[in-house]
Protein backbone atom coordinates (compact mmCIF):
# COMPACT_ATOMS: atom_id res chain seq x y z
CA UNK A 1 0.00 0.00 0.00
CA UNK A 2 1.34 3.33 -0.76
CA UNK A 3 0.42 6.34 0.87
CA UNK A 4 2.49 9.78 1.43
CA UNK A 5 2.36 11.87 4.67
CA UNK A 6 3.33 15.48 3.92
CA UNK A 7 3.33 17.94 7.49
CA UNK A 8 3.96 21.07 6.63
CA UNK A 9 5.16 23.18 9.36
CA UNK A 10 4.49 26.37 8.19
CA UNK A 11 7.73 28.65 8.46
CA UNK A 12 10.00 26.23 9.80
CA UNK A 13 13.26 27.06 8.46
CA UNK A 14 16.20 25.88 8.86
CA UNK A 15 19.13 28.69 8.47
CA UNK A 16 19.35 31.55 5.82
CA UNK A 17 19.48 30.60 2.50
CA UNK A 18 22.70 31.40 -0.06
CA UNK A 19 20.45 34.32 -1.55
CA UNK A 20 19.10 35.39 2.30
CA UNK A 21 20.70 38.78 0.95
CA UNK A 22 18.28 39.58 -1.36
CA UNK A 23 15.59 39.86 0.93
CA UNK A 24 17.80 41.44 4.02
CA UNK A 25 17.56 37.93 5.60
CA UNK A 26 21.19 36.97 6.06
CA UNK A 27 21.95 35.23 9.69
CA UNK A 28 18.29 34.55 9.89
CA UNK A 29 17.66 30.87 11.39
CA UNK A 30 14.57 30.42 12.65
CA UNK A 31 15.51 26.72 14.49
CA UNK A 32 18.68 27.69 15.41
CA UNK A 33 17.48 31.07 16.87
CA UNK A 34 14.62 29.28 19.22
CA UNK A 35 17.15 26.49 20.23
CA UNK A 36 19.78 29.43 21.25
CA UNK A 37 17.00 31.81 22.74
CA UNK A 38 15.36 28.45 24.68
CA UNK A 39 19.29 27.22 26.00
CA UNK A 40 19.95 30.92 27.52
CA UNK A 41 16.90 30.50 29.56
CA UNK A 42 15.07 33.88 26.96
CA UNK A 43 11.97 31.55 26.00
CA UNK A 44 10.55 30.34 29.55
CA UNK A 45 7.38 31.34 29.21
CA UNK A 46 4.76 28.52 29.68
CA UNK A 47 7.51 26.19 29.23
CA UNK A 48 10.96 26.10 30.23
CA UNK A 49 14.59 25.80 29.39
CA UNK A 50 16.56 24.18 26.73
CA UNK A 51 14.31 23.12 23.24
CA UNK A 52 13.41 19.47 23.57
CA UNK A 53 12.80 17.92 20.35
CA UNK A 54 13.24 14.23 20.62
CA UNK A 55 11.03 13.02 18.08
CA UNK A 56 12.49 15.80 15.24
CA UNK A 57 15.92 14.72 16.35
CA UNK A 58 15.57 11.15 15.41
CA UNK A 59 13.89 11.76 12.55
CA UNK A 60 17.27 13.97 11.93
CA UNK A 61 16.59 17.51 12.14
CA UNK A 62 19.45 17.96 14.25
CA UNK A 63 21.64 16.75 11.66
CA UNK A 64 19.81 19.03 8.92
CA UNK A 65 20.48 21.95 10.86
CA UNK A 66 24.09 20.88 10.89
CA UNK A 67 24.75 20.20 7.14
CA UNK A 68 22.55 23.94 6.87
CA UNK A 69 24.19 26.17 8.96
CA UNK A 70 27.21 23.90 9.77
CA UNK A 71 26.70 24.02 13.56
CA UNK A 72 24.21 22.11 15.92
CA UNK A 73 21.55 23.89 17.22
CA UNK A 74 21.99 24.45 20.93
CA UNK A 75 20.85 21.13 22.95
CA UNK A 76 21.13 19.07 19.11
CA UNK A 77 24.30 16.82 18.63
CA UNK A 78 25.22 13.99 16.42
CA UNK A 79 25.32 11.48 19.35
CA UNK A 80 21.41 10.71 18.44
CA UNK A 81 20.56 7.65 16.58
CA UNK A 82 18.88 8.87 13.67
CA UNK A 83 16.03 6.78 11.65
CA UNK A 84 15.05 9.35 9.02
CA UNK A 85 16.61 10.34 6.08
CA UNK A 86 17.26 14.00 6.59
CA UNK A 87 18.39 16.89 4.31
CA UNK A 88 17.59 20.52 3.93
CA UNK A 89 16.13 22.14 0.59
CA UNK A 90 16.92 25.99 -1.12
CA UNK A 91 14.15 27.43 -2.99
CA UNK A 92 14.18 28.38 -6.99
CA UNK A 93 11.05 30.64 -6.55
CA UNK A 94 11.56 34.00 -6.48
CA UNK A 95 9.63 34.81 -2.80
CA UNK A 96 9.53 33.47 0.42
CA UNK A 97 5.65 33.66 0.22
CA UNK A 98 3.94 30.67 1.63
CA UNK A 99 2.10 29.91 -1.80
CA UNK A 100 5.65 29.57 -3.85
CA UNK A 101 7.31 27.39 -1.19
CA UNK A 102 4.48 24.58 -0.80
CA UNK A 103 3.84 24.44 -4.39
CA UNK A 104 7.46 24.59 -5.11
CA UNK A 105 7.72 21.52 -2.24
CA UNK A 106 5.04 20.00 -4.63
CA UNK A 107 7.12 20.11 -7.82
CA UNK A 108 6.22 23.20 -9.39
CA UNK A 109 8.61 26.08 -8.39
CA UNK A 110 7.77 30.30 -9.10
CA UNK A 111 10.02 31.74 -11.71
CA UNK A 112 8.05 34.39 -12.13
CA UNK A 113 7.83 37.58 -9.92
CA UNK A 114 4.44 38.12 -8.22
CA UNK A 115 3.03 41.56 -8.21
CA UNK A 116 3.59 43.60 -4.84
CA UNK A 117 2.15 46.41 -2.81
CA UNK A 118 5.97 48.07 -2.19
CA UNK A 119 4.83 51.11 -0.99
CA UNK A 120 4.12 51.01 2.65
CA UNK A 121 1.65 53.93 3.15
CA UNK A 122 -1.57 54.11 0.32
CA UNK A 123 -0.12 50.75 -0.65
CA UNK A 124 -3.33 50.19 -2.77
CA UNK A 125 -3.76 51.96 -6.28
CA UNK A 126 -7.29 54.16 -5.75
CA UNK A 127 -8.55 53.07 -9.25
CA UNK A 128 -8.45 49.37 -7.96
CA UNK A 129 -10.18 50.01 -4.36
CA UNK A 130 -12.47 51.98 -5.69
CA UNK A 131 -13.62 49.19 -8.35
CA UNK A 132 -13.64 46.82 -5.28
CA UNK A 133 -15.78 49.45 -3.15
CA UNK A 134 -18.73 50.49 -5.92
CA UNK A 135 -18.92 46.56 -6.52
CA UNK A 136 -19.49 46.19 -2.55
CA UNK A 137 -21.30 48.98 -2.06
CA UNK A 138 -19.47 50.42 0.53
CA UNK A 139 -18.57 53.99 1.03
CA UNK A 140 -15.06 53.76 2.36
CA UNK A 141 -11.88 51.66 3.59
CA UNK A 142 -9.38 51.62 6.40
CA UNK A 143 -5.63 50.66 6.52
CA UNK A 144 -4.28 50.92 2.93
CA UNK A 145 -0.61 50.41 3.93
CA UNK A 146 1.49 47.48 5.29
CA UNK A 147 0.81 45.81 8.59
CA UNK A 148 1.11 43.34 11.47
CA UNK A 149 -2.27 41.77 11.59
CA UNK A 150 -2.89 41.98 15.14
CA UNK A 151 -1.62 45.36 15.60
CA UNK A 152 -3.43 47.20 12.84
CA UNK A 153 -6.55 45.33 14.55
CA UNK A 154 -5.52 47.04 17.87
CA UNK A 155 -5.05 50.33 16.11
CA UNK A 156 -7.95 50.63 13.72
CA UNK A 157 -10.24 47.62 14.85
CA UNK A 158 -12.36 49.97 16.63
CA UNK A 159 -13.00 52.43 13.65
CA UNK A 160 -13.52 49.71 11.60
CA UNK A 161 -16.48 48.46 13.92
CA UNK A 162 -18.19 52.05 14.09
CA UNK A 163 -17.71 52.78 10.33
CA UNK A 164 -18.62 49.38 8.83
CA UNK A 165 -15.19 50.04 6.64
CA UNK A 166 -13.28 47.20 6.31
CA UNK A 167 -9.39 47.03 7.06
CA UNK A 168 -7.30 46.27 3.80
CA UNK A 169 -4.24 46.37 4.32
CA UNK A 170 -1.23 43.79 2.91
CA UNK A 171 2.89 42.69 3.75
CA UNK A 172 6.01 41.98 2.11
CA UNK A 173 4.12 39.16 0.58
CA UNK A 174 2.23 39.09 -2.86
CA UNK A 175 -1.37 39.71 -0.44
CA UNK A 176 -4.09 41.81 -0.20
CA UNK A 177 -5.46 41.13 3.07
CA UNK A 178 -8.83 42.06 4.71
CA UNK A 179 -9.71 42.20 7.83
CA UNK A 180 -13.22 42.38 9.51
CA UNK A 181 -15.02 41.49 12.13
CA UNK A 182 -17.08 38.64 12.28
CA UNK A 183 -20.35 39.96 14.11
CA UNK A 184 -20.71 43.46 13.01
CA UNK A 185 -19.48 43.56 9.66
CA UNK A 186 -20.13 39.80 8.84
CA UNK A 187 -18.41 36.48 8.00
CA UNK A 188 -20.09 36.23 4.71
CA UNK A 189 -20.60 39.65 3.84
CA UNK A 190 -16.24 39.33 4.40
CA UNK A 191 -15.94 36.45 2.01
CA UNK A 192 -18.29 37.92 -0.58
CA UNK A 193 -15.82 41.17 -0.43
CA UNK A 194 -12.81 39.03 -0.64
CA UNK A 195 -14.35 36.87 -3.84
CA UNK A 196 -15.14 40.44 -5.62
CA UNK A 197 -11.27 41.51 -4.72
CA UNK A 198 -9.74 38.30 -6.00
CA UNK A 199 -11.37 39.15 -9.40
CA UNK A 200 -10.68 42.77 -9.55
CA UNK A 201 -6.84 41.93 -8.71
CA UNK A 202 -6.48 39.76 -11.63
CA UNK A 203 -4.02 42.39 -13.34
CA UNK A 204 -2.39 42.68 -10.84
CA UNK A 205 -0.44 39.52 -10.23
CA UNK A 206 -1.43 39.40 -6.53
CA UNK A 207 -0.76 35.46 -5.59
CA UNK A 208 -3.43 35.92 -2.45
CA UNK A 209 -6.37 37.90 -0.77
CA UNK A 210 -6.75 36.95 2.89
CA UNK A 211 -9.83 37.06 4.65
CA UNK A 212 -9.21 37.98 8.34
CA UNK A 213 -11.92 37.95 10.54
CA UNK A 214 -11.98 38.31 14.30
CA UNK A 215 -14.07 38.73 17.25
CA UNK A 216 -13.90 40.73 20.77
CA UNK A 217 -14.94 44.21 21.92
CA UNK A 218 -11.98 45.87 21.90
CA UNK A 219 -8.15 46.22 21.36
CA UNK A 220 -7.83 44.43 24.62
CA UNK A 221 -9.65 41.26 23.65
CA UNK A 222 -9.64 41.34 19.71
CA UNK A 223 -9.07 37.97 18.35
CA UNK A 224 -8.75 36.09 14.84
CA UNK A 225 -10.41 33.20 14.26
CA UNK A 226 -10.12 29.77 12.60
CA UNK A 227 -12.04 30.87 9.74
CA UNK A 228 -9.14 32.98 7.52
CA UNK A 229 -9.74 31.90 3.93
CA UNK A 230 -7.14 32.23 1.79
CA UNK A 231 -8.06 32.80 -1.91
CA UNK A 232 -4.91 32.06 -4.03
CA UNK A 233 -4.46 31.82 -7.70
CA UNK A 234 -3.95 28.17 -9.57
CA UNK A 235 -0.10 26.87 -9.40
CA UNK A 236 1.10 27.84 -13.07
CA UNK A 237 1.29 24.16 -14.01
CA UNK A 238 -0.01 20.84 -12.56
CA UNK A 239 1.35 19.87 -9.34
CA UNK A 240 1.93 16.16 -8.17
CA UNK A 241 -0.98 16.30 -6.22
CA UNK A 242 -2.86 17.13 -9.54
CA UNK A 243 -0.82 13.91 -11.03
CA UNK A 244 -1.73 11.37 -8.43
CA UNK A 245 -5.49 12.82 -8.50
CA UNK A 246 -5.20 12.39 -12.12
CA UNK A 247 -3.62 8.92 -12.03
CA UNK A 248 -7.37 8.12 -9.39
CA UNK A 249 -5.19 8.71 -6.36
CA UNK A 250 -6.92 10.49 -3.22
CA UNK A 251 -5.46 13.46 -2.03
CA UNK A 252 -6.26 14.54 1.29
CA UNK A 253 -6.11 18.56 2.41
CA UNK A 254 -6.02 19.36 5.99
CA UNK A 255 -6.25 23.05 7.26
CA UNK A 256 -5.18 25.72 4.76
CA UNK A 257 -3.68 22.90 2.14
CA UNK A 258 -6.72 23.21 -0.27
CA UNK A 259 -6.87 26.89 -0.09
CA UNK A 260 -2.77 27.37 -0.94
CA UNK A 261 -3.64 24.85 -4.02
CA UNK A 262 -6.57 26.59 -4.94
CA UNK A 263 -8.09 23.22 -4.95
CA UNK A 264 -6.08 22.18 -7.76
CA UNK A 265 -5.51 18.37 -7.24
CA UNK A 266 -7.33 18.02 -3.70
CA UNK A 267 -9.80 15.06 -3.43
CA UNK A 268 -11.42 15.47 0.24
CA UNK A 269 -10.60 18.54 2.57
CA UNK A 270 -10.90 18.72 6.70
CA UNK A 271 -10.63 21.96 8.25
CA UNK A 272 -9.19 22.44 11.95
CA UNK A 273 -7.89 24.79 14.18
CA UNK A 274 -4.89 25.09 15.97
CA UNK A 275 -2.06 22.57 16.48
CA UNK A 276 -3.84 20.11 18.65
CA UNK A 277 -6.59 19.52 16.12
CA UNK A 278 -4.95 19.73 13.01
CA UNK A 279 -3.20 16.68 14.33
CA UNK A 280 -5.83 15.11 15.58
CA UNK A 281 -7.54 15.58 12.23
CA UNK A 282 -4.63 14.27 10.36
CA UNK A 283 -4.38 10.86 12.58
CA UNK A 284 -8.07 10.35 11.75
CA UNK A 285 -7.30 10.59 7.89
CA UNK A 286 -3.94 9.04 7.74
CA UNK A 287 -6.39 5.87 9.67
CA UNK A 288 -8.97 5.94 7.03
CA UNK A 289 -6.54 6.69 4.18
CA UNK A 290 -6.36 3.53 1.74
CA UNK A 291 -3.67 2.74 -1.17
CA UNK A 292 -2.56 6.05 -3.54
CA UNK A 293 -3.54 8.55 -1.43
CA UNK A 294 -1.43 11.52 0.01
CA UNK A 295 -2.55 12.80 3.54
CA UNK A 296 -1.08 16.55 3.54
CA UNK A 297 -1.71 18.65 6.49
CA UNK A 298 -0.15 22.83 6.83
CA UNK A 299 0.44 23.79 10.75
CA UNK A 300 -0.11 27.26 10.35
CA UNK A 301 0.43 28.35 14.04
CA UNK A 302 3.86 28.15 13.96
CA UNK A 303 3.93 31.01 11.26
CA UNK A 304 0.56 33.06 12.01
CA UNK A 305 0.76 32.96 16.02
CA UNK A 306 4.50 32.58 16.32
CA UNK A 307 6.57 33.57 13.80
CA UNK A 308 4.92 36.31 12.54
CA UNK A 309 4.39 37.43 16.15
CA UNK A 310 8.04 37.47 16.57
CA UNK A 311 6.77 35.46 19.63
CA UNK A 312 9.90 32.73 20.58
CA UNK A 313 8.60 31.11 23.52
CA UNK A 314 5.23 30.36 21.79
CA UNK A 315 7.27 28.92 18.62
CA UNK A 316 8.56 26.40 20.83
CA UNK A 317 6.23 25.46 23.01
CA UNK A 318 4.65 24.73 19.84
CA UNK A 319 7.01 22.71 18.59
CA UNK A 320 7.81 20.91 21.39
CA UNK A 321 3.94 20.18 21.68
CA UNK A 322 4.48 18.99 18.09
CA UNK A 323 6.94 16.79 18.46
CA UNK A 324 5.40 15.32 21.50
CA UNK A 325 2.55 14.25 18.69
CA UNK A 326 4.87 12.40 16.44
CA UNK A 327 4.87 8.93 18.20
CA UNK A 328 1.52 8.60 17.98
CA UNK A 329 1.75 9.02 14.27
CA UNK A 330 4.56 6.79 14.02
CA UNK A 331 2.82 4.08 15.40
CA UNK A 332 -0.08 3.97 12.83
CA UNK A 333 2.23 4.27 9.46
CA UNK A 334 3.32 1.09 8.21
CA UNK A 335 6.68 0.86 6.56
CA UNK A 336 6.02 1.16 3.15
CA UNK A 337 4.29 4.27 3.65
CA UNK A 338 6.55 7.78 2.29
CA UNK A 339 6.46 10.38 5.57
CA UNK A 340 7.40 13.46 4.60
CA UNK A 341 8.24 16.60 7.20
CA UNK A 342 9.08 20.05 5.81
CA UNK A 343 8.44 23.61 5.61
CA UNK A 344 7.47 26.48 2.90
CA UNK A 345 9.91 29.45 4.22
CA UNK A 346 11.57 30.73 7.55
CA UNK A 347 9.78 33.27 9.95
CA UNK A 348 12.72 33.15 12.49
CA UNK A 349 11.05 35.13 15.37
CA UNK A 350 14.11 37.00 16.81
CA UNK A 351 14.48 39.00 13.38
CA UNK A 352 13.70 42.22 12.97
CA UNK A 353 9.87 43.29 11.55
CA UNK A 354 7.16 40.74 11.02
CA UNK A 355 7.57 38.95 7.89
CA UNK A 356 9.01 35.94 6.58
CA UNK A 357 13.01 34.98 6.47
CA UNK A 358 14.62 33.29 3.37
CA UNK A 359 16.02 30.39 4.38
CA UNK A 360 16.81 26.64 3.58
CA UNK A 361 13.50 24.20 4.74
CA UNK A 362 14.09 20.63 6.82
CA UNK A 363 13.70 17.58 4.13
CA UNK A 364 12.63 14.84 6.62
CA UNK A 365 11.90 11.77 4.90
CA UNK A 366 10.97 8.43 6.99
CA UNK A 367 9.63 5.42 5.50
CA UNK A 368 9.09 3.96 2.09
CA UNK A 369 12.31 2.16 1.61
CA UNK A 370 14.61 5.10 2.74
CA UNK A 371 18.26 4.51 4.65
CA UNK A 372 18.35 6.35 7.47
CA UNK A 373 21.40 9.62 6.64
CA UNK A 374 21.75 11.95 4.87
CA UNK A 375 20.43 13.39 1.55
CA UNK A 376 22.49 16.89 1.93
CA UNK A 377 21.82 19.83 0.43
CA UNK A 378 18.74 19.63 -2.25
CA UNK A 379 18.75 22.18 -4.85
CA UNK A 380 15.05 22.68 -5.03
CA UNK A 381 12.19 21.94 -2.56
CA UNK A 382 10.99 20.30 -5.88
CA UNK A 383 13.07 17.28 -4.77
CA UNK A 384 10.00 16.66 -3.06
CA UNK A 385 6.93 16.76 -4.96
CA UNK A 386 9.43 14.43 -7.46
CA UNK A 387 10.08 12.10 -4.72
CA UNK A 388 6.39 11.84 -4.26
CA UNK A 389 6.03 11.29 -8.37
CA UNK A 390 8.74 8.72 -7.97
CA UNK A 391 6.88 7.07 -5.07
CA UNK A 392 3.94 6.38 -6.74
CA UNK A 393 5.38 5.89 -10.14
CA UNK A 394 3.73 8.80 -11.71
CA UNK A 395 4.98 10.75 -14.54
CA UNK A 396 8.13 12.19 -13.23
CA UNK A 397 7.72 16.25 -12.56
CA UNK A 398 9.64 18.72 -14.69
CA UNK A 399 11.75 20.02 -11.92
CA UNK A 400 13.34 18.38 -9.14
CA UNK A 401 15.46 15.41 -8.13
CA UNK A 402 13.82 12.08 -6.53
CA UNK A 403 15.66 10.83 -3.43
CA UNK A 404 13.63 7.68 -4.01
CA UNK A 405 13.99 4.70 -6.27
O1 LIG B 1 0.43 39.83 10.07
P1 LIG B 1 -0.53 38.84 9.49
O2 LIG B 1 -1.90 39.38 9.27
O3 LIG B 1 -0.57 37.54 10.28
O4 LIG B 1 -0.06 38.52 8.00
C1 LIG B 1 0.95 37.65 7.65
O5 LIG B 1 0.31 36.54 7.07
C2 LIG B 1 0.29 36.72 5.69
C3 LIG B 1 0.01 35.46 4.98
O6 LIG B 1 0.62 34.33 5.54
C4 LIG B 1 1.66 37.29 5.44
O7 LIG B 1 1.70 37.94 4.23
C5 LIG B 1 1.84 38.23 6.59
O8 LIG B 1 1.40 39.50 6.21
MN1 LIG C 1 3.72 29.88 5.08
MN1 LIG D 1 3.16 33.85 6.93
Request: hydrophobic content about 40%; aromatic content about 10%; charged content about 25%.
Amino acid sequence: MKRSIILMLDSFGLGAAADADKFGDVGSDTFGHIAKACAEGLADVGRQGPLKLPNLARLGLGHAGFESTGQFAAGFADNVDVIGAYGHAEELSSGKDTPSGHWEMAGVPVLYEWGYFSDLKNSFPKELTDKILARAGLDGFLGNCHASGTTILEEIGLEHMSSGKPIFYTSADSVFQIACHEETFGLENLYRLCEIAREELEPYNIGRVIARPFIGTGPADFARTGNRHDYAVQPPAPTVLDKLKEAGGEVVSIGKIADIYANCGITQQYKATGLEQLFDATLEQVKRAGDNTIVFTNFVDFDSHYGHRRDIAGYAKALEYFDSRLPELLAILSEDDFLLLTADHGCDPTWKGTEHTREHVPVLAYGAGLKAGSLGRRKSFADMGQSIASYFKLEPMEYGESFIN
